[in-house]
Each structure stands twice: as C-alpha cells, then as structure tokens.
C-alpha cells in the first residue's frame, strides 16, 4: 500500500523538496488513510494527469470517472472538435446554470500546462500540512469535492478553453415519466461489440412509439452512424452579467462557488470558457428513430441508494459468454432485466456453434457475491460484510482441462456445500456431507458439474477440504471446483448465505440449462436416473424455451441404516422403481421433504408423483382405463400450479405463499426470455423460497413436472442440515416488504419488456 500512496504523495513534491524524510511520512500516514477510508481518493482526481504521467507519455489526452455511471457509445459522442480545440471537456446532464466539471466524466488534452491547474488546490498541493494539522487535532480529517476547488480552480485560469457540455443522463430531476415506466436501454448490438444508451421521450406518444423500436436501429440509422450527435447552431451569448451569489451546490464549499453559480442557462445551453470569458450557446440534436433520447452516459445518482446485488444480477450475464442470447439491458429504479434475443422484441439469433471455446480467463465471472452480511439498519443501506468473485484471491478454483469446451446442449449441475471446523460442528458431519457431495457427483457422470464449497476454519482445515475435493473429481471430466476460504472470520458459526452460494455457482454455469437449488448441507443425494431423465425432458422439447422443470424431493421415514451395511450403500442414489415398490408394499412412508403445512408446495410434490408414476409404470392400456375424471383432474392440477405460482407475486399473498419449507429443485433453461433470475440474498429464512419460482411463473415460463428425476434425503442424515431461520411474518413486513415490493415490480417490467411486439 504504501508503494501506491507514494504515487498521489506526489502532489505535495514542491511542498516537500529536499524534505525526504517528511515524504516517507506523508507516505505512511497516506497509506493508513487509504486503508481505513478508500473513498478518499477521489480527492486526487483533478491531479492523476501529473501522478500517473509517466503512464500516460503516449497519449494525448486523459479524464477521469465514477463507479456509478453506466457508459454508452462514448466514440459517438465524443467530437473531433472536443479533442482538437478544447483543454477540458466536461459532460453534464442538463443544470448548466452550475458551471462545474463533473466527476462523472471529464477528460483533458494531456499538456504540462493543464495538468498542473490543481496546485491552485491546496488541500493537495501543501497536503503534509493538511495532514499535521489533522494529526494533532486541529481539524479533522473530511472529504473535500473534487469538482469544488477544482472547478473553481479551472474557471479562473487564463488562457484555457473549457467546454460544459450536455451530453449525459441522470435519474435526478428526471420528470419523464417514461423513464421510470420504461427505463433506460443500454443496447450492446448483434456482435457485443456496441453500447448504446438510450430512453423513451417525452408522452405517451413517444411511450407508445419506443415499444415499437425496431431491433438493433442504431445498426441501422444513417444519422446515428455517421452524423454528429450535437452541435451548436446559434451565436454566443456572454454570460457576464449572469453570475449569482454562491449557494447553487450543497456539497461544495462557498469560497469554491464565487464564480461557478449562474442564472439564465438552460438545458439546451452548451457552456463554454474561452481566455477567461464564459458565453453560452444554444445546441441542436440529432431526431432518432420515434422520438427516443440518446445520450454518452447515464448517472445513478438517486437510484443507487436503494439498489441492491441482487437487483443488479442481469449484468452477470454476458451476449457472446453466455451462447449470444442477450443483446442488452433495461435498467429501472427497481434494478436491471436482460433484454434476450429469445424474447418478442429481440428475436432468437442463429447460434452457428455447439461448442463454448473458453478463452484464456474467461471460465468465471468477475461478478462479486455478499456471501455474508450483518443485516440491515435500514433497507437504503444494504451492508455486506463478506463480498467475493470467483476471481477474489481468497477463492481457489479448479477446472477440468476441457472445461473450456463445454457442449451448449448439455445440462451442469450445481451443487452448494457449507462446511465449518468450529468446536460446535462435529468433525463425522464434515465427513458425511463430502460424501454426499461425492454420490451426486457420481450420478452426473460425465456431465458438466459446479462444486461450490464455503469453507469457514483453519487453514489446515481448508487443505484437508481442498484434498478430498480433489479425490472426488479426479476421475471426471468438465468440472469447475471454488472454494471459498473464510481467513478473517474463520471462528464464524452463522456460516455463508446459501442464496448468495447459489446465484454465485450458477453464473459461472456454460450451458444452457442448469439444475439448481442442491444444497448439500440439506443431505440430499440425486436419484440415480435423474441426469437421465433430466436429458430426455429437454430433448422432448428440443426447440422450445422458456422451460423450468421442477424435480421431486422426498424425505425416507424410517430407519435404514440396518438394511444398508457398506458405507457405500448407505450414501447410494435411489431409484424411481425404489420409490414406487417400496410405497406399494408401505416398506417405507414418502413424505415430502420437510413435511410442509404449506398447501401449494404440498401440491406441487403430490403432482409430480402422480405424473412420475403415470408416465413411468402406467401401460398404454393402463391410462387408457384411467377414468376421464381423474384425467382431467390431473391436466387441471398440473395447470392450476402455474397459475397458482404466478399468482403469489400478488400484493395481498406476497408472505403466506412464498413460504416454502425449502429451495425446489429445479432445471432451468437460461435461454429463456429472462435470462437466469437469481435467489435473493438479502432474504434469509424459509419465508420466500417460492420467489423465484413465482417470478419464472409470473413471466410466462411452462413450469413442468420432470418425472422420475428427485432427490433424497434420508433420515439419518437429518442432523446435517443447516437450520433455517424461521419465518416470521411480523418481523418479515418491517424488513422485507420493501424489497419483495421491488422485485415484484421488476418482475411485471421483465414481462412487459419480454412482451413487447
């Protein structure tokens, strides 16, 4: 650390010349700063073209930005002009009456001359003396704005030209209401390759007609190719008797906005300081196709606060790492959906090849997972305490050499495991639980297969973890092994959020179709035809998508462990004959997992035996003297469980019905026309196991029954399994309505995206 913070002690050099013992100071203490409060070191931004200037030599210019700024196409915005007759350009998104540079998005010809306009700024130029004065009480330590001395810094310069311009969006003062019904487009066109932001104008005419947006227009638009995005069209006005007094920006200090606040400056004004005059001049834009706005960038500067992970988990997949399917994304208030090219509005692409060629690194995703958190104080400020990638150095992965060639059409099972060498987590549960981690992975045979292990204890520990994974797929082929060392926090019994394992194993998933929701620590083992059944379910419906296919779970009401004498045995995978001869002779009582109170679950799981005994072991004849009745009895059951699921998104049942006893299991085409929808971390307990079936439901995916594919868990094994905070309704509408309320919302907006002609 103390290497990188002797890069930005570099602002205080002629402060400090000669001083050398004073820099390893400053560089120490800089150090610590940057350790405890990294935020601090936006305040360095207006002076990186002189800290990182030896990185820069060969370029002519350089600019700085924000992490909460979603980019559009920004070599379309950005003119010849800007680059050849400016010093600085600045984008904003409209309230030009303040005349500052924005930390949005600035950037400069990279001159000596410009690069040094900061030293006007003391609280980094004599930043040793800040500092001393810091230390020994005097003042505290508080962020100071890069756009307040700065821009104040920039606007008295002689001889400089600056350009304010408008060419960003934001969700402040925003007063379309298009842009909160329709949200803000970012398109990423037929190749990846693009990213055009764009959103609905004003009305509802302009509403109606951004629905009926061709695909892909930008692709197509001669004006959006090859013309100028804005231009100033009238003469300049001076702006010299337009100044007000300093009060226009709360969160710049007064002495910094004596000469930033002015009056009589519209929107449609582009700004501009010329030797040391500032004028106004009005610019014209290019028509896009049915009347939609088009800007460089889009700012997240109220909807940020209230946004969460989860919320944002679209952006995990991406078009030509994810088989080419989505070809962009809506964002809204309420989060982000992916636009796929398997819904109405952007048509399914030919996908010309079988295979997934991994590049070098390209295996996982760089997205980040909060594996732990300590709960909210309020829902605007989700706190994480434990966030980590597959890419986080306290993550060790492990991939078959031909992980990198997976065929799109086979099925990756994901499997989430829990262990802990806490005193309170006996050593024989460890042991049980790899070697059910072992059954499963020998029932998926050469199929591709997901281990995800968080592992909270001793470093010796996680060896001995990491050993016997090793053992488990030594034999196999396209696997992907991650295991999640807890080194902070490795007397942690709470343990990880089993959503969060979840939603981080599946998006590194590379096919298209997913079984998702075997949560190890809950002891359960695949039956032993479940990968083929699993197989024949989607060869049926080869060419159709938006499929989920629920699997059966099924507890084993009495003792085993004297009928089954090998270990082996005692951990082997059931079949569906099992299932049927043994409920036949009532040789074993088949309950479903976690014998639920909860009607509709029971429902579910009383259908899928129905259908797995029907279309397994009924004969032709055998259906053919099924009573008419009970057929359609049947048809109906199956029918009403849609609609029943999608019904739970309703407001008045969103508690009781999403309470499920445990995740179902479930085969997931990622093809579908909304993508991969994740489990929601933030929620724990058993209250909204249903959600994310309730969503597929609500967006038109067929929910189906996969018969004769289930797994069990057997009774002795019951010990193992995690226990599940419960569900308290009370409780869950203070901390949760908010966000069930919001993800419900963006539900019905993924559906009406998807709906779209």
Not at 127 to 134: A, F, N
Not at 227 to 241: G, T, Y
Not at 435 to 453: D, G, Q
Request: glycine share 4%.
């Amino acid at each position: 650390m103390e290497k990188f913070a002797s890069y930005f002690v570099q602002v205080a050099d002629r402060h400090l010349e000669g001083r050398q013992e004073d820099q390893d100071k400053l560089v120490k203490i800089l150090s610590r700063v940057m350790k405890r409060s990294p935020y601090m070191l936006v305040e360095f931004k207006p002076a990186f073209g002189y800290i990182f200037r030896h990185f820069i030599q060969e370029y002519s210019h350089w600019g700085y930005s924000d992490f909460d700024v979603a980019f559009g196409d920004l070599p379309r915005w950005i003119t010849r002009g800007e680059l050849n007759d400016w010093d600085i350009v600045t984008y904003s998104y409209g309230d030009q009456e303040r005349i500052y540079l924005r930390g949005q998005f600035t950037f400069h010809q990279n001159k000596e001359r410009i690069n040094n306009i900061w030293r006007k700024c003391l609280h980094l130029s004599e930043l040793d003396l800040r500092y001393e004065k810091i230390l020994a009480g005097e003042k505290k330590l508080e962020l100071i704005s890069a756009e307040g001395c700065y821009s104040n810094a920039v606007i008295t310069t002689a001889n400089i030209a600056v350009k304010y311009s408008v060419k960003a969006m934001s969700d402040v003062q925003d007063h379309n209401k298009n842009s909160l019904e329709y949200g803000i487009t970012i398109a990423i066109g037929k190749k990846g390759d693009r990213s055009v932001l764009y959103k609905a104008g004003e009305g509802r005419e302009a509403g109606e007609r951004f629905l009926r947006l061709p695909k892909f227009w930008f692709e197509k638009d001669k004006y959006y190719s090859t013309q100028d995005m804005q231009w100033e069209s009238s003469i300049k006005q001076n702006l010299n008797e337009s100044k007000v007094s300093p009060g226009c920006m709360y969160w710049m200090k007064e002495e910094y906005q004596t000469d930033i606040c002015y009056k009589g400056i519209t929107s449609s004004d582009t700004v501009m300081l010329i030797h040391g005059q500032l004028y106004k001049q009005q610019f014209e834009e290019q028509i896009f196709p049915h009347k939609i706005v088009s800007r460089s960038f889009f700012h997240f500067q109220e909807w940020k606060r209230s946004l969460r992970t989860d919320q944002l988990y679209a952006f995990s997949h991406r078009t030509m790492e994810d088989n080419g399917k989505i070809v962009g994304w809506q964002l809204f208030q309420e989060g982000a959906v992916a636009l796929s090219t398997t819904s109405k509005r952007f048509p399914k692409l030919n996908i010309p090849s079988k295979k997934l060629k991994a590049k070098t690194d390209v295996y996982v995703p760089s997205t980040f997972f909060c594996i732990s958190s300590s709960g909210k104080k309020s829902h605007s400020s989700p706190e994480c305490d434990y966030a980590v990638s597959w890419k986080s150095i306290n993550v060790s992965t492990k991939t078959s050499e031909d992980w990198g060639e997976v065929a799109e059409e086979d099925i990756t099972l994901v499997l989430v495991l829990e262990l802990n060498s806490h005193p309170a987590s006996l050593p024989d549960n460890n042991q049980h639980l790899l070697k059910i981690l072992e059954a499963n992975v020998k029932v998926w045979r050469t199929s591709p297969v997901i281990i995800l292990v968080y592992v909270s204890g001793t470093k010796d520990f996680a060896s001995f973890v990491s050993n016997q994974l090793d053992k488990i797929v030594t034999s196999r082929t396209q696997y992907l092994v991650g295991i999640i060392h807890d080194k902070i926090r490795n007397d942690h019994i709470e343990g990880a959020n089993l959503n969060s394992l979840l939603n981080m194993a599946e998006a590194a998933g590379r096919t298209r179709w997913l079984l998702s929701g075997m949560e190890v620590n809950r002891g359960l083992v695949l039956s032993a035809e479940a990968l083929l059944f699993c197989r024949r379910a989607i060869y049926a419906h080869n060419g159709a998508t938006n499929d989920v296919y629920i699997l059966g779970q099924i507890d084993f009401d009495s003792k085993i462990m004297s009928e089954k004498k090998s270990s082996t045995e005692m951990y082997s995978s059931l079949s569906i004959s099992d299932i049927r001869n043994k409920t036949q002779s009532n040789a074993y009582k088949i309950v479903p997992k976690r014998r639920t109170e909860h009607e509709l679950e029971k429902e579910i799981y009383r259908t899928w035996m129905d259908v797995s005994i029907t279309e397994l072991f009924h004969s032709q004849n055998d259906v053919r003297r099924l009573h008419l009745d009970e057929i359609n009895t049947r048809a109906r059951s199956s029918a009403n469980i849609q609609v029943r699921l999608a019904s739970v998104l309703g407001y008045d049942n969103r508690t009781s019905h999403l309470h499920f006893s445990s995740h179902p299991l479930l085969l997931i085409d990622k093809m579908g026309s909304a993508g991969l929808i994740p489990e929601i971390s933030e929620l724990s307990g058993n209250c909204v196991n249903a959600l994310r079936l309730a969503q597929f439901a609500a967006m038109d995916y067929n929910i189906m029954m996969l018969p004769g594919a289930f797994a069990a868990s057997k009774k002795e094994f019951s010990h193992l399994e995690k226990e599940s905070s419960s569900c308290d309704l009370q409780a869950m509408e203070e901390h949760a309505t908010s966000i069930l309320r919001e993800q419900i919302v963006l539900t019905y907006k993924q559906i009406a995206m998807n709906q779209i002609a």
